[in-house]
C-alpha cells in the first residue's frame, strides 16, 4: 500500500516562494514494465480539485498554464520524495495541495494521467498567498 505525506505549506506574501515535499512510502521501483507517475494538485473550498504538476518514471513532466514557468515539480528516488518548488507565488495560488501517485506501466503517456478516487492521495498540505 502506498502512503504519501505531503509537507512545507503555510503562509507566504505574494511573489514569495515555498517548496513542498512528499514522502513516498510502500513503493519500490523494481519493475521492468511498472512505475510509479507522482503528481500535485491542489483545491480551493468550492472548487474541483486541479492538476498542478505531473512526473513520469523517467523524469518527463508536464504543468497546469495558470503555473506553467513558476512551479518546478522534481523527485528524488534515493529519499523516495517528490518536491514542489513554488515561485513568484499569486493570491490565486491558495489552496490545499495534495500529492497523488499511480502505478502504471512505463510506456504510460503523461498526458493520459488523470488521478481519480482510486490513486492514491496524501492528506494535503495548505498554501495560504496573501496579497
Known amino acids: 500500500q502506498i502512503s504519501l505525506v505531503e509537507s512545507g505549506g503555510g503562509s507566504v506574501e505574494a511573489g514569495g516562494s515555498r517548496r513542498l515535499s512528499c514522502v513516498v512510502s510502500?513503493?519500490?521501483?523494481?519493475?521492468?514494465?511498472?512505475?510509479?507517475?507522482l503528481g500535485w494538485f491542489r483545491q480551493v473550498p468550492g472548487k474541483e480539485r486541479e492538476a498542478v504538476a505531473r512526473?513520469?518514471?523517467?523524469?518527463?513532466?508536464d504543468y497546469a498554464d495558470s503555473v506553467l514557468g513558476r512551479f518546478t515539480v522534481s523527485k528524488d528516488n534515493a529519499k523516495n520524495t517528490l518536491y514542489l518548488q513554488m515561485d513568484s507565488l499569486k493570491p490565486e495560488d491558495t489552496g490545499m495541495y495534495y500529492c497523488?501517485?499511480?502505478?502504471?506501466?512505463?510506456?504510460?503517456?503523461?498526458?493520459?494521467?488523470?488521478?481519480?478516487?482510486?490513486?492514491?492521495w496524501g492528506q494535503g498540505t495548505q498554501v495560504t498567498v496573501s496579497s
Open positions: 512526473i513520469d518514471g523517467g523524469g518527463n513532466a
Open positions: 497523488v501517485a499511480d502505478v502504471l506501466p512505463r510506456t504510460f503517456k503523461l498526458s493520459n494521467w488523470v488521478p481519480n478516487s482510486g490513486s492514491f
Open positions: 510502500g513503493y519500490s521501483d523494481t519493475s521492468v514494465r511498472m512505475t510509479i507517475y
